[in-house]
C-alpha cells in the first residue's frame, strides 16, 4: 500500500497548498483520505479524480471536508460525461447533520461508519475508533496483509488513539501543538504527546501532520523526538511512503 501526503495543515492551507487530505492506493482501489481546503486541486497531481473508488472523512471540520462539495459537482459532471463509471462512495460518521450533505444526486453517496464498521477493499481493510474532539471524530487503522498505517485524525490524548495505532508500520499523527500549550488547548496533541503515543504504540515510523500556522514547525520534531527513538518524518506535500 501506498500512501500520499496531499495536504497537512489545520485549520487552512498555506500558499499553494492543502489542509488535511491523504492518498492511500491499494492495489485495485485508491482512497482519499479527508477532503480539506486545497486537496481537490493538489490531489490531481497524484491521480485522476475519476479513478477515486471512495474516500474516508474523519470529521465535519472545514479542515477536513471543504473540499467535499466541490468535488461532488465533478462526481457529478464525469459520471454524466461517462469519464466515471460508478458513484463516488463517501464514509463517514451520521453524528453531524452535515452526513446527509455527502449525498449528491446520485453521484456522490454517503455511507456510515461508526467504532464497529470494518470496511473492505480488496485486501484493504479499515477500522475505526471515536477519538476526543470538539466534534465527533474518528481515528482509522488501516490494514493491508501484515501492513498498518494508522491516521489519528483530529485528538487529543486518549486509549483509543494508543489502541489504535498499536505496531504500526506507520503512524500519521496530528501534532497541532508545541509543548509549552501542554494541558491549555483541549481537543488536539502536543508533539511530545505525539513522541509519547508513538513510543506506548511501538510504531515503525512517525508521521507529524496537522501542523500550525505559527513557530518552527522543526520543533515539533525535535519535541516528538524527546519522546520515540523511531524515525520520524514531518508532513509535506507530495511525501509518500511506499509499505
Ligand atoms: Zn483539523
Ligand atoms: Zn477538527
Request: charged residues 25%; contains cysteine.
Amino acid at each position: 500500500m501506498k500512501l500520499t501526503v496531499v495536504g497537512y495543515w489545520g485549520a487552512f492551507p498555506n500558499k499553494n497548498e492543502a489542509t488535511s487530505g491523504y492518498l492511500i492506493n491499494s492495489e485495485d482501489y485508491n482512497i482519499l483520505v479527508d477532503c480539506g481546503s486545497g486537496v481537490l486541486s493538489e490531489v490531481q497531481n497524484y491521480i485522476d479524480l475519476s479513478k477515486i473508488d471512495a474516500i474516508i472523512l474523519s470529521h465535519f471540520h472545514a479542515d477536513h471536508i471543504s473540499d467535499i462539495y466541490c468535488l461532488q459537482y465533478e462526481a457529478y459532471l464525469s459520471l454524466k460525461m461517462n469519464i466515471r463509471k460508478k458513484p463516488l462512495e463517501i464514509y463517514a460518521h451520521d453524528l453531524d447533520s452535515k452526513f446527509n450533505g455527502l449525498n449528491y444526486k446520485n453521484a456522490t453517496v454517503a455511507k456510515r461508519i461508526d467504532d464497529k464498521t470494518v470496511l473492505n477493499f480488496g485486501d484493504l481493510n479499515v477500522s475505526f475508533k471515536k477519538v476526543i474532539h470538539e466534534v465527533p471524530c474518528f481515528a482509522m487503522r488501516f490494514q493491508e496483509k501484515n501492513k498498518v498505517i494508522t491516521y489519528s485524525a483530529d485528538t487529543e490524548w486518549c486509549n483509543e488513539i494508543i489502541d489504535l495505532s498499536n505496531g504500526a508500520d506507520l503512524f500519521i499523527c496530528e501534532t497541532s501543538l508545541f509543548n509549552n500549550l501542554k494541558g491549555q488547548v483541549s481537543g488536539h496533541l502536543t508533539a511530545g504527546e505525539v513522541g509519547k503515543i508513538a513510543n506506548m504504540s511501538k510504531v515503525k515510523k512517525l508521521l507529524l501532520t496537522h501542523f500550525p500556522h505559527y513557530g518552527d514547525l522543526e520543533q515539533l520534531v525535535t519535541e516528538a523526538k524527546e519522546e520515540f527513538k523511531g524515525e520520524i518524518y514531518k508532513a509535506k506535500t507530495g511525501l509518500t511512503f511506499e509499505l
